[in-house]
Nanobody
Framework: QVQLVESGGGLVQAGGSLRLSCAAS????????MGWYRQAPGNQRDLVAA???????NYADSVKGRFTISRDNAKNTGYLQMNSLQPEDTAVYYC???????????????WGQGTQVTVSS
């Protein structure tokens, strides 16, 4: 059984910062890509940032220069540093991880439970 547990969301004023964490636990052989998505009420879930096991990253245009994705492979944990937050960043943020549980099984995408980020103006 694999679990992703997120933490670090909350309420912040515009211009502030938050750091989200996503810890993977359970029967893990390897973690390939990790990502952060967000979903505002009435909207679809959109990719915010992603990082490969080798550290290559990509970002949504709306967060480039403000958000930084990183990971600690030894801890099976991913992070999203969010700076210069704006009200339009308000959403539920979900982490994802493509996890291989055994050597002979293909990776499967797992999701965290979501954490609320609210940015006040």
């Amino acid at each position: 059984q694999v679990q992703l547990v997120e933490s670090g969301g909350g309420l912040v004023q515009a211009g502030g910062s938050l750091r989200l964490s996503c810890a993977a636990s359970g029967s893990i052989f390897s973690i390939n890509a990790m990502g952060w998505y967000r979903q505002a009420p009435g909207n679809q879930r959109d990719l915010v940032a992603a990082i490969t096991s080798g550290g290559s990253t990509n970002y949504a245009d709306s967060v480039k220069g403000r958000f930084t994705i990183s990971r600690d492979n030894a801890k099976n944990t991913g992070y999203l540093q969010m700076n210069s937050l704006q009200p339009e960043d308000t959403a539920v943020y979900y982490c994802s991880a493509d996890i291989q549980t055994y050597l002979v099984t293909p990776p499967r995408r797992y999701w965290g439970q979501g954490t609320q980020v609210t940015v006040s103006s």
